[in-house]
C-alpha cells in the first residue's frame, strides 16, 4: 500500500519561512519523480514544484520560483519543500505526489498525501 505522509505546516508571518516534508512508503521511492502542488480555498490544485527520480532536475511555478526549493533525500524516502519569503497569497493546502513522468498537470500523478495547512499572515 503506497503512502505519502506530508508534515511541516503551520501558521507564519509574511516574509517568514516554513519547510514541509514528505515520507514516501510501499514502493521504491526513488523510482518515482515527486512534486508538490497546492490548492487554496475556492480555487484548483496547482503545481508549485517537482523534482526528477534521483534531484538533478527541478522545475517550479513562476509564483513560488526564488522562493522555494524542492530537495529530495532518496535515502530517507523523503522529499522537501523549502519555502522562504512567504507571502498570504501561499496561503493552501500542501500536498506531495508521485508520478512517472514528472509533469504540471495533476493528472499525470497516481498517489496523493492528505495535504498539509500553511497559513501566511499579513
Known amino acids: 500500500q503506497v503512502q505519502l505522509v506530508e508534515s511541516g505546516g503551520g501558521l507564519v508571518q509574511a516574509g517568514g519561512s516554513l519547510r514541509l516534508s514528505c515520507v514516501g512508503s510501499?514502493?521504491?521511492?526513488?523510482?518515482?519523480?515527486m512534486a508538490w502542488f497546492r490548492q487554496a480555498p475556492g480555487k484548483e490544485r496547482e503545481f508549485a514544484a517537482g523534482?526528477?527520480?534521483?534531484?538533478?532536475?527541478?522545475y517550479y511555478a513562476d509564483s513560488v520560483k526564488g522562493r522555494f526549493t524542492i530537495s529530495r533525500d532518496n535515502a530517507k524516502n523523503t522529499v522537501y519543500l523549502q519555502m522562504n519569503s512567504l507571502k498570504p497569497e501561499d496561503t493552501a493546502v500542501y500536498y506531495c505526489?508521485?508520478?512517472?513522468?514528472?509533469?504540471?498537470?495533476?493528472?499525470?500523478?497516481?498517489?496523493w498525501g492528505q495535504g498539509t495547512q500553511v497559513t501566511v499572515s499579513s
Open positions: 523534482i526528477s527520480r534521483t534531484g538533478t532536475s527541478t
Open positions: 510501499g514502493r521504491a521511492f526513488s523510482n518515482y519523480a
Open positions: 505526489s508521485s508520478t512517472s513522468r514528472l509533469a504540471i498537470s495533476k493528472s499525470t500523478y497516481d498517489y
